[in-house]
């Protein structure tokens, strides 16, 4: 039998990247004593002035699940983790596609949901909209808007002369509410300024994504203090048959039976 002259592929993570876990994980390779696999993060390249991870790092789409698993093959990818957004619904579904396409290991790395605490009062939507209707329908006033500065345009008409509070890392771009302020800031957040930040503006309703995590949570615990209803966006499901994990130390764990 002629034996085979394949070169085997020396491995390669790609993370598509964007959130702390990413860069935690990159992070966690990168110091390990002997090495580890080349590792690529991925970022969309939404926020003007990113912190990078160690590594390599491209800025940029891939053009659909096509794009994505044509990269994969070209740059001998043995290994895909998906730490985006929990929200960034497209490029997980793209990256399963692409995983599948390219036969490349998949693994979304996902942070565990907020869950409602004793005093919470937490209504649940399926969407911006959802939440733009659920405002008007409550009867709130003043609402802190913390769901990014993307998706605004669902909050852009029929405010019915309520105000908003919108927070995020970069300015954001109309569509937008009419009566509006931006406050740019990024995370993570203390207790004592969140606090401040429902007292000074005289907040009477918090919108925020189900995007998990500690950075940004204090928020809930600063309106249950305050006695505010909070209207939260449930998360998208990540793709059917992807693997998940939800620290880096556990995505670690998977890549030592991946890799």
Not at 53 to 61: A, N, T
Not at 110 to 128: E, F, K, Q, Y
């Amino acid at each position: 039998m002629t034996p085979s002259t394949e070169v085997p592929r020396s491995p390669h993570l790609l993370i598509l990247g964007g959130t702390t876990e990413a860069r935690r994980l990159a992070e966690a390779i990168a110091a390990r004593p002997h090495g580890g696999p080349r590792v690529t993060t991925s970022l969309a390249g939404r926020v003007a002035r990113p912190t990078l991870p160690p590594g390599e790092v491209r800025i940029g789409g891939f053009g659909g699940p096509e794009g994505l698993a044509d990269w994969l093959r070209a740059h001998r990818v043995t290994a895909l983790i998906d730490a985006t957004h929990p929200f960034a619904a497209t490029i997980s579904f793209n990256a399963a596609r692409a995983a599948a396409s390219a036969h490349v290991p998949l693994l979304a790395l996902r942070r565990p949901s907020w869950t409602p605490a004793d005093g919470d009062n937490w209504h649940g939507v399926g969407s911006l909209e959802e939440a733009a209707d659920a405002l008007t329908t409550l009867g709130a006033r003043r609402v802190f808007l913390t769901t990014g500065r993307t998706g605004l345009s669902a909050f852009a008409g029929g405010d019915g002369g309520m105000w908003f509070l919108v927070r995020s890392v970069d300015a954001p771009e109309p569509p937008y509410p009419a009566r509006m302020e931006t406050l740019l800031d990024r995370g993570p957040f203390t207790l004592a300024g969140e606090r401040e930040v429902l007292r000074r503006y005289a907040i009477d309703v918090v919108v925020t994504k189900d995007s998990g995590g500690e950075a940004t949570a204090p928020k809930l615990t600063a309106a249950r203090e305050a006695g505010l209803l909070v209207v939260v966006v449930r998360r998208p499901p990540v793709p059917k048959g992807v693997t998940e994990a939800a620290t880096p130390a556990e995505a670690l764990a998977w890549l030592a039976r991946h890799m």
